[in-house]
Every structure is written in C-alpha cells, then in structure tokens.
C-alpha cells in the first residue's frame, strides 16, 4: 500500500507538470481582484433604512416620523429649501397655525408645537407628511388641521410648513 506521504507527491508532481508558473500567477491575481471587488458589489442596504423606521428618534427633522411633526399637514420646510424652523427664502411664515403636542421620546417630555404654514410660492411638493396625531375629522372644522393657514398672508399660495417648537406642556 502506498504511503500518504508518497500518493501526496505523485499529485503535487502532477499538478506541477501541468500548470506554469504564469497561468498560477494568473489564477492568484484573478482571486485577488474578486476579493478586491467583493465589497463593491451592490448589496440590499434597505434592512438599515427599515431598522431606522422602527426607530423614529434616530431621525431627524427632515424625516416625516421625526417627532415634533406629529401634527402636521404639509411638505417639510426642510425638503423646500428652508429648514423644519425657517421657512425657504422668498416666503413668509403665516401668523396663524395648528398648534399640536408633541412627545419627545428622547427626553420623554411633552411639547406645545406651532405647525406655521409658509406662504409666497406654489406648493413646494417635497416629503409630503401628514401626521394630523388627534386631528378631529373635517365636520369639526376647529379641530381640524385641513386648512392653508396662508389664508391671512398677502400672498395666500402655500409652500411648505415649519414645526416651531413654543415650550414644554405642563402635565
Ligand atoms: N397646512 C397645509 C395645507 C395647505 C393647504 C391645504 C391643506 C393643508
């Protein structure tokens, strides 16, 4: 019976007859350019964007779930050339609003926010969000967040909606 040692040398002889060294430098180069590559092919990145939906506190104020906008009706100032507090140059804020409460689940306090339309320009149609958390339907019209509070701008065209924070609300 032949030796392992000696049935090793017959195939490593083999191989050796048969292959050159240039096509073992080629094979060797092809395994590390795969490897090379291997982090740049695409790849379904979608599970982390899920996982931030589960988390809204982990997003920001240009995210619809982000938390001061639960009771909005608009597109985010933020997606409009403003910000979720300015509104975008070349429109006026409107002096009246939805006011709504807000929790913050990252210091766990309540808070009264100002939903101020932005007036001047034609919809802005960006992150549409509409929240409306305890809105009353549209047979309770003051209940309800329907509206374009431009009504009583100069220019009544709405753009976009602002979420103004006004304070704490006491329990
Ligand atoms: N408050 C935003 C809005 C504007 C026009 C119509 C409905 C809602």
Redesign the pocket.
Known sequence: MRSIDELCENSARALAQRTSRRSLLAALGQLLTGAALLPLLPMDRAHRARADEARPEALGPDSCQYWKHCAI??FLCACCGGSSTACPPGTAPSPIS?IGTCHNPGDGRDYIVSYN?CCGKTSCGNCECNRNEREKPMYRPSRN?????CMANANVN?HC?VSVILGVANK
Do not use: F, S
């Not at 967040?145 to 509070?149: G, I, V």
């Open positions: 009706d608009g939805w339309d967040n329907d509206l374009n509070w709405y909606t």
